[in-house]
Nanobody, 125 residues
């Protein structure tokens, strides 16, 4: 049974930083690309960032490029989303997901098989 557990969310002031973690179990973690999405109530879930199985390639939404960095530690079955220069518009529930791709840092929800429960990030102005 695949489990993805996010952590690291919270309340931060604009301009601050947070690091989200996603710990995976029940799968051969290093075989799969991983991604992060976020959702605001009343809106569709949107792509944030993705990383290939090896970590050699990443993909970012334009809205976070240059501020967020996605990395992974396959020995720890964990992906990390470092979020810097946070803005109030980054406020959302952030979800970790496991793709069925390995070498493609996918951007679409239908390219992901498993999802975590989400962690709330709130950025105050």
């Amino acid at each position: 049974q695949v489990q993805l557990v996010e952590s690291g969310g919270g309340l931060v002031q604009a301009g601050g930083s947070l690091r989200l973690s996603c710990a995976a179990s029940g799968l051969t973690f290093s075989n799969f690309a991983m991604g992060w999405f976020r959702q605001v109530p009343g809106k569709d879930r949107e792509f944030v960032a993705a990383i290939t199985w090896s970590g050699s390639s990443t993909n970012y939404a334009d809205s976070v490029k240059g501020r967020f960095t996605l990395s992974r530690d396959n020995a720890k079955n964990t992906v990390y989303l470092q979020m810097n220069s946070l803005k109030p518009e980054d406020t959302a529930v952030y979800y970790c997901a496991q793709s069925w791709h390995s070498i493609v840092p996918a951007r679409r929800e239908n390219e992901y098989d498993y999802w975590g429960q989400g962690t709330q990030v709130t950025v105050s102005s």
